[in-house]
């Protein structure tokens, strides 16, 4: 007689099934072959020379993909959030004075991360889709006096790229550190991280990159780590301490290297691949890309009548793009159109934005091309034919 109290369960004899579908919506976005076979290669310790060249690698992979020589560049092993835990955890101690810019779901999910480890948070808002001018951003400053600033690149609930020239310097100008989430923006839109004086910047692998979803890209400045590296208390998280990360990393120089994590192998594979990728094509070569096929998906949904959620072209996205509820449809039965009858991904809106933003269009990587974008103006198109518009 079996010990067992929990049985077997029958689900897990039969064979894992998972379907092909085309990621167009805000992340993850499709895997390529080529990066999904990096990641199959043979498992080997995470303390391995091997796997400290692959580790090497995707550090100057980083480096060029972020237009950074800092040292400290590496990649948190998680997704996006971590890289966000990351940032806040290490250069924000209790009672810190930060300032967050919110104009979506990302500046709310940072600003809480800072109170939970008892930041004080002041913030400042404007409506979803909105950005702020570095005039407002001065005052904001000059009135609070934060240690830290926070703002979105991309703004994937609301499809804004913010712009972020001259904020670093005024950031520095009131002796602030000026941190900047890139997780939807980049690869496909410029971000020069040393020559605009961002001192802490993050991505994820899963949107352009086209790696999956599990590492996420961070780059500190000279001045974030000086600020981290004389902190008075530790930071609540070990996982996330970025002394021990940047020495399992090799970003502090030391010829010793200690075990912190058990790196994930496997999805540095991928991360490596993927930036090899990034490199081939060239990163100025990415960002026009992705300009000029947002650009032709954008006149296509307007043929359609459909309505941008950001009115100003220069601050869109080129990674995700918002539409505004076509009037009498329900969004849910739009995307779920879309996904049973062309097996395609789009999804609704997200956070502050929901309600007002419908639909939101994820066209990153390998899937920023005319031939994806024409495919989400077809299932679209049908859509529009095909699901129920009320009458009013
Ligand atoms: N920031 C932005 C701008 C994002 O778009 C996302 C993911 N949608 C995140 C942060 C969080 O990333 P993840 O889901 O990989 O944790």
Redesign the pocket.
């Known amino acids: 007689m079996s010990s067992l109290i929990v049985p077997v369960p029958g689900n897990l004899r039969t064979p894992l099934r998972v379907p092909q579908r085309h990621m167009f919506g805000?992340?993850p976005s499709n895997v390529p072959p080529r990066i999904l076979q990096a990641g199959a290669n043979p498992v080997i310790g995470h303390m391995h020379p091997e796997t400290f060249q692959v580790m090497a690698d995707i550090r100057s992979g980083i480096q060029y993909l972020f237009q950074t020589r800092n040292q400290v560049t590496f990649a948190v092993s998680g997704?996006?959030?971590?890289a966000?835990e990351c940032a806040v955890f290490n250069s924000v101690e209790a009672g810190d004075h930060i300032l967050v810019a919110v104009n979506g779901i990302?500046g709310e999910r940072l600003a809480d991360m800072a109170q939970r480890i008892g930041a004080k948070v002041k913030t400042i808002v404007t409506v979803p889709g909105g950005f702020f001018t570095n005039a407002q951003i001065e005052e904001a400053l000059s009135e609070h006096r934060p240690a830290l600033f926070f703002l979105?690149h991309?703004?994937?609930s609301t499809g804004v790229l913010h712009p972020l020239d001259g904020i670093g310097q005024l950031c520095h100008k009131y002796d602030c550190l000026f941190l900047v989430?890139a997780?939807?923006s980049m690869g496909g839109a410029p971000v020069y991280m040393d020559q605009q004086e961002i001192d802490i910047l993050y991505t994820?692998s899963?949107k352009v990159l086209n790696a999956p979803?599990g590492t996420?890209p961070i780059s500190f400045s000279d001045r974030a780590c000086r600020k981290i590296f004389n902190r008075k208390t530790k930071p609540v998280s070990f996982l996330l301490d970025l002394s021990w990360l940047s020495n399992y990393w090799g970003c502090d120089g030391k010829a010793t290297r200690m075990y912190h994590h058990t790196g994930p192998v496997s999805a540095f594979y991928s991360l490596r691949e993927s930036l090899a990728v990034l490199v081939e094509e060239g990163l100025e070569h990415s960002w026009e890309r992705h300009r000029k096929v947002t650009e032709y998906f954008h006149a296509g949904l307007q043929r359609m009548g459909l309505q941008l959620f950001v009115e100003d072209k220069s601050l869109r996205l080129p990674t995700v793009t918002t539409i505004v509820a076509p009037h009498g449809y329900d969004w849910k039965e739009i995307t779920a159109y879309v996904m049973k009858t062309h097996n395609l991904e789009i999804s609704g809106g997200l956070g502050p934005s929901a309600g007002k933003v419908v639909l939101r269009v994820g066209l990153m990587g390998c899937n920023s091309s005319i031939s994806s974008a024409d495919m989400v103006l077809a299932a679209l198109g049908d859509a529009l034919k095909h699901c129920h518009k009320s009458k009013v």
């Open positions: 805000p992340g997704t996006g959030h971590a966000m990302w979105a991309g703004e994937s989430d997780v939807a994820g899963q979803p996420a």
